[in-house]
């Protein structure tokens, strides 16, 4: 249809409804053909029946991949039909089962010639296709459920906004900013301490005179994250200082500033990247599990909220 060309994929989930329904429609078309009382939004809770076991709802719904409550509404409306019936379960008769009534056996007899015939017209329909819709949906349905719809494009979003951020070396004019950043996200979790002020007010003096590094990360030209590379030794540099605006979260900022410090390590000829942080924060420590980070320790640290070392071997 011209209004699909128009909209494209992202009405991916308006036309296969629309797909749905007619199919729909046209089932409970076929059902009366055969003189088959039954209902195409039941089909599925009627042939996980069809053996001939009783069974509770939570098993339909695991069997038929459908929530607890869309079986059970099924299986009232079933029931009023006289399609059901309901009995206590053997080995616990504080709990019930359903199984189908003579009348729904008799549908189960009545509709095997309709699945021949059902199922030739597919094979013949799928046969005058370029694409196999099974084939397809079988595909669609696996790869949804190794990340669905909503986690991809919230990963779309954040590769188009990250195309707006840039990471650029630390200068004078991204002091207030350096300070701001990190004070905000430590008193938001714990309190300053002293070793903060003494690197953040004199992050010259601290950091980079010292052999250190700090990137700043721009969003449209405005300073909305940091981190910081601090000399421990000719080998070894701490990871530290980092930090996003709050309103800035959901960027992959984190990740292009963890990307870009691994990268100034490997440049300086790093053995190995460290840092400290402290287990409440745990979307940093993802992040750094992320980037390659192992944990560790051993090593002394100046913060009182630490209580997670980590370290990356180059």
Known sequence: MEFYNRTGKMAIGSRLRRLSDA??????????????????????????????????????????????????????????????????????????VVI????????????????????????????????????????????????????????????????????????DNYQAAFRELNERWIKAYFQMEESDYKVLD???????????YIFMALYNGKPVGTCALLKMDDNIYELAKMAVAPEAQGKNIGLLLGQACIAKGKELQADKLYLESNTRLTPAINLYHKLGFKKVTGHPSPYERCNIQMELVL
């Not at 296709?129 to 919230?154: C, D, F, G, M, P």
């Not at 004199?202 to 250190?212: Q, W």
């Open 202 to 212: 004199h992050p010259k003096e601290n950091i980079t005179d010292k052999g250190g």
């Open 100 to 171: 189908l009534s003579p009348a729904g056996l008799e549908i189960r007899e009545k509709i095997q010639l309709q699945y021949l015939d059902v199922n030739s017209a597919i094979e013949r329909t799928l046969g005058e296709t370029s694409h196999n819709l099974w084939k397809a949906i079988e595909e669609w349905e696996y790869v949804l459920e190794q990340k669905n719809l909503l986690e991809r494009v919230k990963d779309e979003r954040k590769n188009r906004e990250s195309a707006g951020v840039s990471i650029v070396p630390f200068n």
């Open 23 to 96: 199919i729909t429609d046209q089932a409970a078309e076929v059902y009366r053909l055969y003189g088959v009382d039954l209902r195409p939004k039941w089909f599925p809770v009627f042939f996980a029946l069809s053996d001939g076991k009783a069974k509770g709802i939570m098993e339909i719904a695991r069997e038929i991949g459908h929530s607890h409550p869309s079986v059970s509404k099924i299986v009232q409306e079933m029931m009023r039909e006289g399609l059901l019936n309901e009995r206590p379960k053997e080995e616990d008769a504080r709990k019930t």
